[in-house]
């Protein structure tokens, strides 16, 4: 038997949407211990994604959830740690991007396991490519991803207001009566799951045909600029729109004016489209239309359940909540680390009272401040939009960012980041960057684009 050791697979992301396309073998799969129906995970919601823990060959890992991708694919893995995995034969795949294929290595007999549930036959991607590193623009680390090889063994829920996985049994599986849920029929292709709804753009209906992809951060993606894309008057602009596992993915963002599912419907709602680069890869595009992302899965707790080819909905939280998009113009992501040296007042020694003789009192105030001293991830401008707020400011690509409105970089998360950036139209942004040496501030105001 064939055995490798993964050392440091270096190590998002505002999108993922991976349209990865390869053979899939059969393997064992997952299984729950005897006389165990179910299970619950907790997750961290992060970009509308769920990150969750996963414990490969004995290593503790974070994957997304992605019922975009076939099988599991691991990269990310940060220097000091090493992984086994065995049997491994060189094989290409292949992504969304303009990169063209990517060489892996696939890898069997490996033992995952996902809260109690374990799978000891289980078929692992590894990727090589150190560009391919999403924890950046996460912000957290992500070693790969799951989909189908786990969603197929079970019925899951994802509860994304409580950030809660529960996995069932399908064979010991009764759905509950549940007010306000609605169940839809998907359709199982190439081990992904599609499902049919409406759209509505210049005031016509469009029966469409969507990935349901929970890996992608959107709200919606179209292949066919007739839904939804004008030129006079204008009513899109250019962005980047993500990675990919073949490369970064670009297109035109605009807005389409209504997404149904079923009784359930949203307005306004943000749309991205491709451009032909990204899609060159995707050989289901003729029998698909586009792409159901988290940003409005987010908006329920959603029951997968493959064995019976439905998914089941039903309104959370979030369901409420306008689109919006990206209001700054720029990305932001980790970028190496940086020493940062924290003031820490000794409150314990720093005020004494004296008393004098019973008749007067003297306040001694020592200033004697403890430093600390630890490593963070430093914050850099890693895409800018042209013509955004902070592009007419004047922030630059590789700018490092210092301070977010007072707030020194190291106190804020990349997610709160991008919530900030996409709050609301009117809201003040300064930042304190890095520039060549120089410290400068930038000032811009959040903008609706459309």
């Not at 990935?211 to 004008?230: K, P, Q, R």
Request: charged letters at 25%.
């Amino acid at each position: 038997m064939k055995t490798v050791k993964l050392h440091s697979l270096i190590g998002f992301l505002v999108i993922f949407s991976f349209g990865i396309q390869f053979t899939v073998y059969a393997q064992g799969g997952f299984a729950f211990p005897e006389g165990k129906k179910r299970d619950r995970i907790p997750f961290d919601l992060v970009n509308n994604l769920a990150v969750i823990p996963i414990e490969i060959n004995g290593k503790k890992l974070s994957f997304l959830l992605d019922t975009g991708v076939n099988n599991t694919l691991l990269f990310s893995l940060n220097q000091a740690d090493s992984l086994e995995i065995k049997n491994v034969t060189p094989v290409k795949i292949r992504g969304l991007g303009d990169g063209g294929d990517i060489e892996a290595l696939k890898s069997l007999n490996n033992e995952v396991r996902v809260g109690a549930a374990v799978d000891k036959n289980h078929e692992v991607y590894v990727i090589f490519d150190q560009d391919i590193n999403f924890s950046p623009r996460m912000g957290v680390p992500i070693h790969g991803v799951i989909g189908y090889d786990f969603y197929k063994d079970f019925v899951v829920k994802t509860d994304y207001d409580s950030e809660l996985l529960t996995i069932y049994d399908p064979e010991q599986y009764k759905p509950k009566r549940c007010s306000g849920c609605e169940t839809f029929d998907i359709i199982l292709a190439r081990n992904k799951p599609y499902i049919k709804n409406r759209i509505k753009a210049f005031d016509q209906d469009h029966e469409v045909t969507l990935l349901i992809d929970s890996g992608a951060s959107d709200a919606l993606w179209l292949f066919d600029e007739d839904y939804g894309i004008s030129d006079t008057p204008k009513n899109y602009f250019m962005d980047f729109l993500g990675l990919g596992l073949s490369g970064g993915v670009y297109g035109k963002r605009s807005k389409v004016e209504e997404v149904s599912l079923g009784s359930f419907s949203f307005k306004n709602v943000n749309v991205a489209y491709p451009d032909s680069l990204a899609l060159k890869n995707l050989r289901t595009r003729g029998a698909r239309n586009g792409t159901l992302g988290s940003d409005i899965l987010k908006r329920f707790t959603v029951i997968m359940d493959y064995p019976s080819r439905k998914i089941t909905l039903k309104k959370n939280a979030f369901y409420k909540k306008p689109f919006h998009y990206n209001m700054s113009g720029i990305v932001i992501e980790h970028s190496g680390m940086v020493p940062v040296k924290a003031v820490r007042s000794n409150n314990a020694e720093s005020i004494r009272i004296n008393q004098n003789n019973g008749t007067s009192a003297a306040v001694n105030i020592d200033v004697n401040p403890l430093f600390t001293f630890f490593l963070t991830p430093k914050f850099v401008v890693a895409e800018l939009r042209e013509g955004s707020p902070a592009d007419l400011a004047g922030v630059l690509v590789g700018d490092e960012v210092l301070v977010i409105n007072g707030k020194p970089f190291y106190q804020w998360k990349l997610a709160e980041v991008n919530s900030l950036f996409s709050s609301k139209s009117g809201r003040k942004i300064v930042l304190q960057i890095s520039r060549n040496g120089m410290k400068v501030k930038k000032r811009f105001t959040l903008k609706e684009v459309l």
